[in-house]
């Protein structure tokens, strides 16, 4: 078993990842990492694919086909599974993850940060970004997401760990997947990404970085176009020996996780995990 940290940089395209972010690349280039492609499924929309990487179903197969009809997660999910399992998380992302897998919709004011044993999200801290539009992007910076990731593993050593940054969706909608703005925003993440992933790894956790879609040239997703469905995946310090160009599955990434803990994977999360 293996305390594991996920990172989800929303809206990040697998090129754009290539091209802008440097600490990750070089991580790759010395070996500390790995890299591959990974599919993103169908609709290219956030929450259903929040709710993808962490059941392992399709959003044809657990209902969630857009951000408006949010409600709580009626599958096995890796935080229920882990709940189950007597396993803690740690939650710092959007409010989304708290309406899907913390078992009630979010409130701001009681659910901005929480710490629940009695929770399938053990400790959360969230943001709701809310009156976000073009001229104001309502964005934590990505230095202080990360920051208070490090404090819930300092304090509570979470078994499983996820961090959600939502500021390469959110430039990529004003400026563009091709935009200027939204590949200096990638690397903008990858140089806090390089601040928090040594102290991970030095306190136990092996790290995985994805999106949960890319962006097209026009601002937008939730079509197949290469730039939507293909996204970065790297992986620190774990067992994974898939050849380098082979295309990984989303589906997996929810057993994957699971394995990594030692916990068994429930009968819905139909793919393998990645070996």
Known sequence: MTKTCLIIVDGLRDDTARKCCNWLMGS???GDARLWTMQAC?????APLYETIHTGLAPADHGLMDNEGLRPCPHPNVFSTLQGAGKTSG???????HSLFAGSTFDPFDH?????????????????????????????AEVDLCGQLWGIAKRHA???????????????????????????????????LAQLIPRLREAGYQVLITADHGMDEHGDHGGDAPSL???????????????EGQVLDQRALAPTILSFLGVAAPDTMKAAPLA
Not at 176 to 191: C, P
Not at 229 to 243: K, L, R
């Open 158 to 192: 979470p078994d499983y760990l996820l961090l959600h940054s939502s500021s390469c969706d959110t430039l990529g909608h004003t400026h563009t997947g091709l935009g200027a703005a939204y590949e200096r925003q990638a690397g903008k993440v990858d140089k806090a």
């Open 91 to 97: 939650v710092v992302g959007h409010s989304y993850f």
């Open 112 to 140: 901005v940060e929480v710490d629940d044993p009695h929770s399938p999200i053990t400790h959360g801290r969230y943001y709701s970004m809310d009156g976000y539009d073009a001229d104001n992007a309502v964005q934590p």
């Open 42 to 46: 169908l609709p290219t929309i956030s």
């Open 28 to 30: 790759v280039a010395q």
């Open 229 to 243: 469905v293909n996204v970065p995946f790297f992986a620190f310090d774990t067992a994974i020996t898939a050849p």
